[in-house]
Nanobody, 116 residues
Framework: QVQLVESGGGLVQPGGSLRLSCVAS????????MAWYRQAPGRERALVAF???????FYVDSVKDRFIISRDNAKNTVYLQMNSLKPEDTAVYYC??????????WGQGTQVTVSS
């Protein structure tokens, strides 16, 4: 069964922190680079960070030094620790493999709202 279940979003003030989790089915997770994406209102979904199966991370410039991606291979779970959050981080956050093929399954995402 294909599964991507994101959780951990919420409303947070600027400067605050959140930790997102994503549980994936083994068929999606195992051996693959796993990534977090986000889609802000009126914008296309965009890459935030990815992590290889041997734990090497990559971050886009806008989140570098603020976000930390990690994974637990035993739990088929990928995490995103988000610190020093800014209003421009407001978006629905999704996880998936790095650059999934067109038509790939996506989960429901988790809403992150950064506002005072």
């Amino acid at each position: 069964q294909v599964q991507l279940v994101e959780s951990g979003g919420g409303l947070v003030q600027p400067g605050g922190s959140l930790r997102l989790s994503c549980v994936a089915s083994r068929s999606i997770f195992s051996g693959n680079r796993m990534a977090w994406y986000r889609q802000a209102p009126g914008r296309e979904r965009a890459l935030v960070a990815f992590i290889s199966s041997n734990y090497s991370p990559f971050y886009v410039d806008s989140v570098k030094d603020r976000f930390i991606i990690s994974r637990d291979n035993a739990k088929n779970t990928v995490y995103l620790q988000m610190n020093s959050l800014k209003p421009e981080d407001t978006a629905v956050y999704y996880c998936n493999t790095y650059i999934p093929r067109p038509g790939s399954y996506w989960g429901q995402g988790t809403q992150v709202t950064v506002s005072s």
